[in-house]
């Protein structure tokens, strides 16, 4: 018994020990980043490395705050994925309501398409809407990347709310019908309520994307003022990185906070966010 | 009356309608328009139809570069689903062992890398782990003597460094979802299957995955999808615009993306990206129908 008792204490430091190497693995390129933007100069590119620094310093901090427009991309990013959000949610908790709710001639072909065109990467018909836009005057203007982000994100929107709505017992509705409540009323005053952690997910997830959207930022915002944060710091590291390089981690640091906080807020409703939202037809 | 609950779900869904044909569909009609042009640089606005000689040029031209990406992509989707699915099932199987009590702990801080903003992470790890000069993976093998790698400059360790970096990024996501399925198994299947004398790999084979399949399916083929559009790692890590790293493979997506927005080859990357949506429609036609009749 004892053996059985000792093989077993092996086994589990072992298997501990495994799982602090994996997470070591798993921080190391942030925590190397962490290190290189708090310690000040960028003599952390020379060449002998270690992973805390020798003195701490916020002075890329500062540099990235004062000497990069960093808190003007930061305002266009908020102005975005607020903006995109209110479209994207406002547009699709009807859509969804509808689709839930209603049973009427053409949802199913409806809801199939829309999972197909969300199958559809963006990327490829980039091109199409560059020209488009360019006739119409629309790049370099933050309503053009708004109607872009609206477009892709109110699918998702639609999909992911019309889940939870599913699951909000009719009855419910059904009593205050009866009551004399109106179509609109029974949307603002009932449902709307009852689906608040769905909406708010949603949004937070229509945040999130925008937040971390970088490839239309950068091709359709070509002025530095423009910029988003990711078209911030993508320009950022493009240009020569080799010099900013403790000013970007420091930067990028800076970016992930907020994305970090709400992601662990949020994380259990994502999972299943994602999977009620992702296949079912 | 009638007429109004008719109308009503149209009413409702008609601002969301309008914004997706207006955003997403009438670009891909235009992207299909495209396509049958010879829209370039120099025919901006001058281009002529010429029917299917892009198609043509993708499809059975081999110097057009778009099979070998076709490969690469499948390839690619490949290598990483099997990597991502045995390690993310080994690495749940370990937090659910119920000896381990700081799980709870490793699992948040494995999380990290999901949480972090994608194109934030793959421009750490291209400057911070893979540069050659100042990256910590460099710095690491020359405090032990060796010589350094030039990670991204030719083809196959730069494909083998964009792998590294998915599973990185993308195991996060598949231990959640594992974890969360083997969570639910009843625990009794265990126990009796131990007194039977099952061993290791019995109970993993006759219980773990036949109970997790249903709930992994979804998720394994969602997980299929963004490996296979997966753009933003090669692109950022060896062909962002003026930073080439000397790495040549192409996906379908960056070489649908370098046609319309380096070469400048609009009908040919139009073309192409048709092909593409092509593909995905019939993947997701024939997964969708697949995994309707397993929940039957």
């Not at chain 1, 266009?76 to 607020?82: D, F, G, H, P």
Request: aromatic share 14%.
């Amino acid at each position: 018994m004892s053996g059985r008792k000792a093989k077993n204490i092996v086994g589990l430091s072992l298997l501990n020990l495994i799982f602090i190497i994996l997470c070591i693995i798993a921080l190391l390129p942030i925590i190397y980043a962490l290190s290189l933007s708090l310690s000040g100069d960028s003599g952390a590119l020379s060449s002998h490395f270690s992973l805390l620094p020798s003195k701490i310093s916020l002075a890329n901090y500062q540099a990235i705050l004062t000497e990069k427009p960093f808190l003007q991309w930061l305002s266009n990013s908020l102005q975005l994925s607020v903006a995109t959000m209110v479209i994207s949610i406002g547009f699709g908790v009807l859509a969804a309501y509808a689709c839930s709710r209603f049973r009427f001639r053409g949802r199913r072909t409806m809801l199939m398409m829309l999972l197909l065109l969300n199958a559809f990467p963006q990327i490829l018909s980039m091109f199409a809407i560059f020209r488009l836009f360019k006739d119409m005057n629309l790049i370099d203007s933050k309503i053009g990347l708004v109607i872009i982000y609206a477009g892709t994100m109110c699918i998702f929107s639609i999909w992911n709310m019309k889940g939870y709505f599913d699951t909000i017992p009719v009855e419910i509705e059904e009593a205050s019908k009866i009551d004399g409540a109106s179509d609109m009323k029974l949307l603002f005053k009932i449902v709307l309520p009852l689906a608040r952690p769905a909406i708010i997910v949603t949004s937070v997830m229509v945040l999130i994307f925008v937040w971390n959207e970088y490839l239309f930022a950068t091709t359709f915002m070509l002025n530095e003022h423009s910029y988003t944060l990711a078209g911030g710091l993508y320009q950022l590291q493009s240009s020569d990185y080799s010099r900013s390089w403790p000013m970007f981690s420091a930067a990028a640091i800076l970016v992930s906070i907020p994305i970090l906080i709400i992601f662990f807020c949020i994380q259990k409703y994502m999972v299943s966010g994602l999977t009620a939202g992702g296949v079912k037809g | 009356m009638k007429n109004k609950k008719k109308l009503m779900p149209w009413l409702f869904s008609f601002p969301s309608l309008i914004l997706i044909a207006l955003i997403i569909i009438f670009p891909i009609l235009y992207t299909g328009y495209i396509s049958f042009t010879n829209m370039n640089l120099y025919h901006w606005f001058d281009f002529k139809m010429i029917g299917f000689d892009n198609y043509i040029r993708a499809l059975l031209k081999l110097d057009s570069g778009f099979l070998m990406a076709l490969v690469v992509t499948v390839l690619w989707t490949v290598l990483n689903m099997i990597l991502q699915v045995i390690a993310a099932y080994f690495i749940a199987l370990g937090l659910n062992h119920k000896g381990l009590k700081l799980s709870r702990v490793y699992k948040t801080l494995l999380m990290f890398p999901w949480a972090m903003p994608a194109y934030v992470s793959i421009l750490l790890w291209r400057v911070g782990m893979f540069n050659t000069e100042f990256g910590l993976l460099n710095q690491i093998l020359k405090t032990f003597g060796l010589s350094e790698i030039n990670f991204l400059s030719t083809n196959v360790p730069a494909f083998i460094s964009c792998m590294v970096l998915n599973l990185w990024m993308a195991l996060p996501f598949m231990i959640m979802m594992i974890d969360g399925a083997m969570q639910s198994i009843d625990q009794s299947y265990y126990e009796s299957a131990k007194l039977d004398g099952a061993g290791f790999f019995a109970r993993n084979k006759y219980i773990t995955i036949p109970a997790i399949k249903p709930i992994m399916a979804p998720a394994v083929i969602m997980t299929t999808f963004t490996t296979f559009k997966q753009f933003d790692i090669v692109y950022l890590l060896t062909r962002q615009k003026g930073a080439l790293t000397g790495a040549t493979f192409q996906t379908i997506l960056t070489y649908s993306h370098e046609n319309a927005f380096v070469s400048n080859n609009y009908g040919l990357s139009s073309a192409v990206s048709i092909i593409i949506f092509i593909i995905i429609i019939l993947f997701s036609l024939y997964t969708n129908r697949s995994l309707k009749e397993e929940n039957q």
